[in-house]
């Protein structure tokens, strides 16, 4: 059960919410586009994957992590994470931050990346990679419909490439090999897709490969750089949200594993060491 203790109202840092690792990529950029800021990154690695999860599990333990993000002090939290922005984050903001905090915002990856890709692809065909999990929301063409009428979307699930990166295998000649088949599959159900949208936060580690495989002229959209865009064009709309998000340029890293593991896994995505703490969320 999430609990229902008091939230601080000071200031705090930007919460940083992924079911594992590959939010890493989205924080990244978010901090070359906004480096005075302080963050809070909470990856629920003892509990991922969230792509093979049911809506009500990954709302669940979304909406327990947010939660955590926001006792830590956040009063905006950025769920850098595919699945739980499709499955939970609709959810959390019309259901739970009324009567938890409704001064406090949760925001996701997929609306920034919608808003993008119409002025991106030409032929009105776009592609999507992503996970189980996402593919079979249906979040990417129901949001895109509501903005892009006349934008067909196909989809592909790629279950295997989650693992394969957080395995470090992704450099791999056997990584190829899905990433090759994933891609002609996409491309045989539309070969008129002339925009790519990677709909997970881990594929941004494989865009040398998927690119590698890709008919020459198709565009790839990652979602760092328009996640980090739409948040710093967020921050500056609303100036009252602005003011409780503090500004020291500091990060602290928490995960619900091994904090070991988890340091270790996420040099694959950040390039250098940090060090993690440990915490209990259920």
């Avoid at 969230?50 to 009500?56: E, K, L, M």
């Avoid at 929301?137 to 957080?166: F, G, R």
């Avoid at 904090?259 to 703490?277: G, N, R």
Wanted: glycine share 6%.
């Amino acid at each position: 059960m999430v609990n229902s203790k008091k939230l601080p109202s000071s200031p705090g840092p930007i919460g940083i919410f992924d079911s594992g690792y590959g939010g890493l990529t989205i924080l990244e950029k978010i901090r070359k586009e906004l480096p005075e800021y302080d963050y809070i990154y909470l990856g629920d690695n003892a509990r991922t994957p969230y792509g093979t999860r049911s809506f009500d599990v990954v709302y669940k333990y979304t909406l327990e992590c947010v939660t955590c993000l926001f006792e830590m002090g956040c009063h905006l939290v950025v769920l850098a994470c595919n699945t739980a922005s499709a499955k939970a984050l609709r959810s959390i903001q019309q259901l739970d931050l009324p009567h938890l905090d409704p001064e406090r915002r949760v925001l996701g990856v997929i609306r920034p990346t919608v808003e993008a890709v119409g002025s991106i692809t030409q032929s009105k065909h776009v592609g999507l990679l992503a996970t189980t999990g996402t593919v079979q929301s249906n979040s990417y063409p129901l949001e895109i419909q509501k903005l892009h009428k006349d934008i067909i979307v196909t989809s592909e699930a790629c279950p295997l490439w989650v693992p394969i990166i957080e395995n470090n295998e992704h450099n791999s000649d056997g990584a190829d090999y899905f990433i090759k088949k994933n891609l002609a599959n996409l491309l045989k159900s539309d070969p008129e897709i002339d925009t790519l949208i990677l709909g997970c936060t881990h594929y941004p580690l494989i865009l040398h490969k998927i690119e590698k495989y890709l008919t020459p002229g198709i565009k790839v959209i990652s979602q760092g750089e328009l996640v980090a865009a739409s948040l710093a064009d967020y921050l500056h709309r609303h100036p009252e949200m602005d003011v409780k998000c503090t500004k020291n340029g500091s990060i602290h890293y928490f995960t619900t594993e091994s904090v070991e593991k988890f340091s270790a896994s996420a040099s694959i995505f950040l390039h250098e060491e940090i060090q993690a703490e440990h915490l209990n969320v259920d």
